[in-house]
């Protein structure tokens, strides 16, 4: 009988001790999901009150009302990227969408990961890339600031893959910036037309293997381009600023004969967004500040 009561009270201890873990366990993860959704609170009242302050900074800046080329009247955030040169609005990007292997992000001497890890090991050296192209971009002068976003990793999808690319994944983020230039003058006090002009992706070379260097130079051509063109709509128009720049690959078959192992090249385009006063009442024509740029080298 005594062996019995000793078994009880063992039996009696251990169930309160796994209860005791069970409701700090409880207890903690209540406690951590509570301080998650704070923080989440914590981070979209910030947001909230950034976004207010961007607003307050673009009415700040003078000018009277937004209006497309056709006439309507537009919210004075349409013109963020002008009108709040010194914050790292979302309507400034610079975009990257690359194709790169593990071997192509590994370091001297250093061992490719096996196939299994190879996303984990693409994703974390992307997020590593995202920084150094920041540093470059700031670096060139064409922007002042320079704010990673988040990386994405997909499958490659092709119908074929040449020999090099076996083993890739498209990378591609978005990088927010503030202009290195000053945006220029801007129609203060008046009602401005708020214009957009495109310049379409063109080729900038083909990838023969892959290469984040080639990226690099890619982009570091798009951004001069980007740059003299905007620097001449400013002369012309008064005021500008290069709000998307964006480096892609594509991947085509050349032609025939159909046996041809199909290419991968590298494209550049960009858009630039500028404001022009009402004259008379009438609102310019989309393309009415189109300039001449250079090629894509």
């Known amino acids: 009988m005594e062996r019995v009561g000793t078994l009880v009270t063992l039996l009696a201890m251990f169930t309160a001790l796994v209860y005791a873990g069970v409701h700090l366990f409880v207890v903690q993860g209540v406690q951590d999901d509570i301080a998650t959704v704070v923080k989440m609170q914590d981070i979209n009242a910030a947001s909230a009150i950034a976004e207010v302050q961007k607003v307050e900074k673009a009415e700040a800046a003078g000018v009277k009302q937004i209006v497309n080329s056709a006439g309507d009247v537009r919210s004075i955030r349409s ?10 609005a979302r309507s400034r990007t610079i975009e990257l969408d690359m194709v790169l292997t593990p071997l192509s992000l590994a370091g001297p001497g250093e061992d490719v990961p096996e196939p299994a890890l190879a996303d984990l090991f693409i994703q974390a050296r992307a997020s590593s890339l995202m920084t150094d192209f920041c540093d470059m ?4 002068r064409f ?13 490659l999808n092709w119908d074929l893959t040449p020999i090099a690319f ?6 591609s983020f978005t990088l927010n910036f503030t202009p290195g230039e000053n945006v220029g003058t801007l129609p203060v006090g008046e009602t401005a037309v708020l214009m957009e002009e495109r310049v379409d992706p063109t080729d900038a070379g083909i990838l023969r293997v892959p290469d984040v260097s080639a990226y690099r130079d890619a982009l570091r051509a798009a951004l001069d381009r980007a740059r003299y063109a905007c620097g001449l709509l400013r002369d012309g128009v008064g005021n500008c600023v290069a709000s998307h720049v964006k480096v892609s690959t594509r991947w085509h078959v050349p032609g025939y004969p159909e046996d041809r192992m199909p290419e991968v090249v590298i494209r550049q385009g960009f858009t630039m967004k500028y404001l022009t006063p009402v004259a008379g009442g009438a609102a310019p024509e989309e393309g009415a500040g189109e300039v001449e740029t250079p090629p894509a080298r």
Request: hydrophobic content about 45%.
């Open 137 to 140: 971009i700031v670096e060139s």
């Open 166 to 171: 076996i083993g890739g994944r498209h990378v």
């Open 79 to 88: 013109a963020e990227a002008l009108l709040v040169p010194d914050g790292a």
């Open 143 to 155: 922007a002042a600031t320079c704010l990673p976003g988040s990386v994405h990793v997909s499958d």
